[in-house]
C-alpha cells in the first residue's frame, strides 16, 4: 500500500537579525521635564506663597526644603557646565525660604502661648454666706478688682493673639521682596540657557 503520509513542509533556517544600533546616551539638559530646577523655576511663586503663609495656615516643612536642596546638588551634578550658574542660584532661592521658614516657629509658639482659655472671674456665685456692711463693703472692693483685672487680662491675650499674626504680616512681606529677587534671577537665567541651546540646535 502506498504511503499516504503527508510530507511535513522543510523548514527554512531564519536568516540572523542584525543587531540594534547603539544609541549614545544623552546629555542631561537642564530643559527636562521632569527635572528638579524645572519644578522650582515654574513653581516658586506658589512655593513661596506656602513658606510666606499666615501663622494660622499649614506651612512647607523645612525638611523638604532640606530635601529638595540634596535633591537639586545631586541633578546639578549630572548637568552641563552651562547649566551651573541657574543651580546655583537655585539655591540661593532654597536658602531664602528656608531662612523665611525659621523665622515662623518663635511667633507660633507666641501665638498658642496667648491662646489659651482664661479662667472666669464669679465672686458672686462663690459667696454663699450673708455678709454684713463692712464684709460686703471689702468684698465689692475686691470683686471689682478681680473684674478689672480679668478685663486686662482678655485685652493682653486678644493683643498677644494678633499681635505675632500683624508682626508675621509685616516680616512676611519684606521676605517677600528679597524672595521674589532670588525667583526673578533663576527664572532669567533658565530662559537665557533655554534660548541659549535653542540657538545650538537652529545652527546645527
Same mark, same amino acid.
Given at each position: ?19 540594534? %544600533?547603539?544609541?549614545? $546616551? !544623552?546629555? &542631561?539638559? *537642564? ?6 530646577? +524645572?519644578?522650582?523655576? @515654574?513653581? #516658586? ?8 503663609? %499666615?501663622?494660622?495656615? $499649614? !506651612?512647607? &516643612?523645612? *525638611? ?6 540634596? +535633591?537639586?546638588?545631586? @541633578?546639578? #551634578? ?17 536658602? *531664602? ?108
Amino acid at each position: 500500500m502506498a504511503n499516504d503520509a503527508v510530507a511535513a513542509p522543510k523548514k527554512h533556517p531564519r536568516k540572523p537579525q542584525p543587531p540594534p %544600533p547603539k544609541v549614545a $546616551p !544623552s546629555q &542631561p539638559t *537642564a530643559a527636562s521635564a521632569k527635572s528638579l530646577i +524645572d519644578g522650582v523655576a @515654574e513653581n #516658586g511663586a506658589t512655593i513661596t506663597n506656602q513658606v510666606l503663609a %499666615p501663622l494660622d495656615t $499649614p !506651612s512647607i &516643612p523645612e *525638611a523638604v526644603i532640606n530635601t529638595w536642596r540634596e +535633591d537639586l546638588l545631586d @541633578e546639578a #551634578g549630572k548637568e552641563t557646565p552651562d547649566s551651573q550658574p541657574m543651580y546655583k542660584q537655585a539655591t540661593y532661592l532654597l536658602t *531664602a525660604w528656608q531662612n523665611a521658614l525659621r523665622e515662623r516657629p518663635k511667633l507660633i509658639r507666641d501665638t498658642k502661648f496667648s491662646g489659651g482659655v482664661m479662667d472666669t472671674v464669679d465672686m458672686d456665685s462663690s459667696r454663699k454666706t450673708q455678709l454684713h456692711f463692712w464684709d460686703w463693703l471689702t468684698y465689692a472692693r475686691e470683686r471689682d478688682d478681680a473684674r478689672a483685672h480679668q478685663r486686662k487680662a482678655v485685652q493682653k491675650a486678644e493683643f498677644f493673639a494678633s499681635g505675632p499674626a500683624k508682626i508675621w504680616s509685616d516680616r512676611s512681606n519684606m521676605l517677600r521682596a528679597t524672595i521674589d529677587r532670588q525667583f526673578q534671577v533663576l527664572r532669567a537665567l533658565r530662559r537665557e540657557l533655554l534660548q541659549k541651546r535653542a540657538s545650538a540646535q537652529q545652527q546645527q
